[in-house]
């Protein structure tokens, strides 16, 4: 007797050859630790009827909001609305956004079934505006579901969780877009992929914004089904973790080799339908779970930020993506006819460009002080740069060696401190080198979390978590770095948060154990060593005479 799931649906000499039914029948666990384990380990990969048994008590015991679709509101609307029409020439619902419905292995009738599945949402979810990743999900859920009806309620239990710390599938265009953000954001951290994204293509944020489409759509059906199965369990973030380890084996294989930049979308596509030729679903999930990222919440807070800043440049719907396309990242954003700086080149630029937090990079880099221009004064210096929050410190040296920092906090912070030197700043600066060799440095604690825990959310700290969200989303005048402040973590002692310093004879980057950059209030003198903040190496050499000094400003393009 067939497990229930593939008995009409399923196109069962293609399921052959990708599953075998050979796993385990039951699963007695109950604790979620022990849940995850078992998860990434494929416990129930190797048998249709235990996932099926497990996607069922998974999705059962969702959260959800207190009136969600049901078996029986299927069968009650999905007359209505399908009509007449043939199942395969059913037209998709406008937020799928033209994505196609990926077969794994279903046949014609199972096709068919995603098509008045998906309407059939489309009728009881009319808030649903973006939504790309549900054919996907509901080709994947016919699989185990015993008739179409169960697909439909499984599918609207996952749509209708109603946990704010759990967040999992994107539904409208706004979501998307910055989930797309924090992704580039994450794939910052992996420095060799990025940089190799950033070599051979034109947009990296076109690349960046294909990422949900690599695993809902383009990973063949017994590696998505790996990814659901652990998705399941543990929710949102460990997409990211498995799109980021596509692009490192990505980078692993094809780094040596020549790509056309017009291509690189289209080789990612090739290199993930084809990926059972470069490693098996274990290794990618042993991959992507051996990528140290950002806490869970960390992540919501970076992915509130983003929303943030595309809400304030009116970057909500699809229909108005082509604002977003304004931001011609990394390689277009800093245009050569309207670019000129005494210190770097476009090129170089434009690799710092790549560097920045994926809500600035909207930006367009805006000129704040020259030393050439506006002398060599800190105080002019300080005034030039005050009220621009994040700002961009680039030193060229009499040596013509080129060092500097992006610095996520307003200068004038510093009078905070009532004319004592104090330090202020978040964990998102970091400092860099560019001559004679390109080198980036970032706060210690993102490569090596060991050293600190992020708060936890028990007790009087949820108050501050939740001051602290309401502050990354309410008034513009909030700081537009919020992410990664120093105060929300446990550090162990002072020195892992020492970002940026000034007063009226100095400014200083980084501290503990020595300063990252030290610049004096003449601008003409400066040092350079390891510091604790960024466990860096001297950016030059370690005493210089500075021959110019720029600060760079973020300039939102529709108001050039």
């Known amino acids: 007797m067939d497990p229930p799931g593939y008995n009409c649906f399923v196109d069962k000499d293609k399921m052959d050859a990708s599953i075998q039914d050979l796993g385990p029948k039951e699963l007695n666990c109950t604790e979620l630790q022990e849940l995850k384990q078992l998860a990434r380990q494929g416990y129930w990969a190797q048998s249709h009827t235990l996932r099926g048994k497990v996607y069922q008590r998974l999705i059962r015991d969702i959260p959800c909001r207190t009136v969600t679709p049901d078996a029986s509101v299927y069968s009650d609307i999905v007359g ?55 054919p996907a999900v509901v080709a994947l859920l016919l699989h185990y579901s015993i008739d179409e009806a169960e697909c439909f309620e499984k599918a609207c239990r996952i749509l209708s969780c109603n946990d ?35 070599a051979v293509s034109e947009d990296v944020l076109q690349v960046y914004s294909d990422w949900q489409r690599w695993l809902f759509a ?9 990814v659901f199965d652990v998705f399941l369990v543990e929710g949102y973030k460990v997409l990211y973790r498995v799109a980021l380890a596509i692009l490192k084996f990505f980078h692993k294989v094809r780094a040596g080799q020549p790509l056309e930049s017009d291509n690189v979308k289209q080789d990612i596509r090739m290199f993930v339908k084809d990926i059972a030729k470069t490693v098996s679903p274990e290794k990618l999930l042993e991959k992507a779970f051996a990528i140290r990222l950002f806490s869970r919440k960390e992540i919501q807070l970076l992915q509130m930020a983003n929303e943030k800043a595309l809400r304030q440049k009116g970057i ?21 006819e309207n670019f000129h700086s005494e210190i770097v080149s476009v090129k170089e630029m434009r690799d710092i460009w790549s560097w920045i937090p994926e809500r600035f990079a909207l930006c367009q880099p805006l ?56 330090f202020f700043g978040t964990g998102e600066c970091f ?28 007790s009087s700290e949820a108050a501050a978590s939740s001051s602290l969200i309401s502050h990354c989303s309410s008034d513009p005048a909030d700081r537009l770095s919020p992410f990664l402040a120093a105060r929300h973590f446990n550090l162990p002692s002072k020195t892992e948060s020492m970002f940026m310093a000034g007063g009226n004879d100095c ?29 860096n190496q001297p950016l030059c050499s370690e005493n210089f005479l500075i021959a110019a000094v720029e600060a760079w400003g973020f300039q939102d393009p529709d108001t050039e």
């Open 164 to 198: 704010p710390t759990k967040k999992l599938i994107d539904q409208s265009f706004l979501a998307f877009e910055s989930s797309c953000m924090t992704f580039g954001d994450l794939v910052n951290k992996c420095l060799a992929a990025h940089k190799l994204m950033v």
């Open 80 to 134: 209505k609305i399908v009509g007449k029409h043939s199942s395969s020439s059913l037209p998709l619902p406008e937020f799928v956004d033209n994505t196609q419905v990926p077969t794994y292995c279903l046949n014609t009738r199972g096709e068919g079934a995603v098509r008045k599945i998906l309407l059939c949402i489309a009728n009881q979810f009319p808030d649903i505006s973006f939504c790309p990743a549900l």
């Open 218 to 226: 383009g990973l063949p059906l017994n590696y998505f089904a790996r």
């Open 367 to 422: 000129l704040l002080f020259s030393s050439l221009q506006h002398g060599y004064s800190l105080s002019r210096f300080y005034f030039q740069c005050e009220g621009h929050e994040p700002t961009l410190l680039l030193i060229k040296t009499t040596q013509k060696e080129v060092c500097g920092a992006y610095l996520s906090t307003d200068w004038s912070e510093r009078t905070k401190f009532g004319g004592k030197l104090g």
């Open 507 to 535: 400014l200083i980057i980084g501290g503990g154990g020595g300063q990252a950059l030290y610049v004096d209030g003449d601008l003409n003198r400066g040092r350079t060593g390891h510091c604790d903040t960024f466990n």
């Open 431 to 458: 400092v860099f080198r560019l001559q004679p060799e390109v080198q980036r440095y970032e706060w210690v604690v993102i490569k090596h979390p060991e050293l600190t825990k992020a708060t936890s959310l028990k």
């Open 316 to 336: 909500t719907v699809k229909q108005k993506s082509v604002s977003l396309s304004k931001r011609q990242f990394v390689h277009l954003a800093v245009h050569a």
